[in-house]
């Protein structure tokens, strides 16, 4: 019956003859994951291939970032009306425990998600799962912060989630593009969060030359990838 190679799009298998002819021997190339059974057409053959996820079926596979920014969206909703540091970090707490917990579910994909964009792996995850602990960290800390009572700390742990989302993209990164946007994502909010406490030139004056910095740091980075 022979091995199969190929990449599977949009529920179809493509596979590669050529490479399977000629290269059966050899590793597969990075990406490559094994398919045991796809549909009933598959059912019985070993299928090895690139398995690339479009949007629909890519969706479950990243909630723990749908969770974050669910929970970073209604802290700032419900900022507006109410103005209680304590509960926004307390909010934010259970947001980001809530995702750590979807966390492990988002491996079974084992391979490119979001037409190649992104890719779910156990490296990622590790990362993933360390960025979630230092912002369950930061919360704890931000919590006892007495600063933020002259402050909406609500927009405070909006950033703070948004970030973290913005993170977990870096981390799970496969495209160019999408490593940059989600660096940029990750920097404007840090020029936000250092600039917070709006009432202190300190805050101010870091903000500023973390935004000239990053600007500078940006442009040499799309020059490198270039």
Not at 39 to 46: F, L, P, Q
Not at 99 to 110: F, I, R
Not at 130 to 151: N, P, Q, R
Request: hydrophobic share 55%; aromatic share 14%; charged share 10%.
């Amino acid at each position: 019956m022979g091995k199969y190679y190929g990449y599977e799009q949009a529920g179809i298998v493509h596979s590669i003859a050529s490479y399977a002819d000629h290269h059966s021997s050899r590793s597969l190339p990075a990406g490559c994951v094994e398919i045991s059974v796809i549909g009933n057409k598959y059912a019985g053959r070993e299928v090895r291939g690139f398995l690339i996820l479009n949007l629909t079926e890519s969706i479950k596979y990243i909630y723990p970032e749908i969770i974050l920014l669910v929970f970073a969206l209604a802290i700032l909703i419900l900022g507006l009306f109410f103005r209680k540091p304590n509960l926004w970090g307390i909010f934010a707490l259970i947001g980001i425990i809530f995702a750590a917990a979807y966390l492990p579910k988002s491996l079974s994909a084992g391979a490119p998600i979001f037409s190649g964009l992104l890719v779910n792996e156990a490296f990622s995850a590790f990362f993933k799962g360390v960025f979630l602990l230092i912002s369950l960290v930061v919360a704890l800390i931000s919590m006892g912060y007495k600063s933020f009572a002259k402050e909406n700390s609500a927009e405070y742990y909006f950033l703070l989630l948004v970030t973290t989302v913005a993170m977990m993209l870096v981390a799970c990164a496969n495209n160019f593009m999408v490593i940059y946007v989600a660096l940029e994502a990750v920097s404007l909010t840090s020029y936000i969060l250092v600039g917070f406490l709006k009432r202190d030139s300190l805050s101010g004056e870091a903000a500023l030359k973390y935004f000239l910095f990053g600007t500078l740091a940006t442009g040499i980075m799309l020059y490198g990838i270039s």
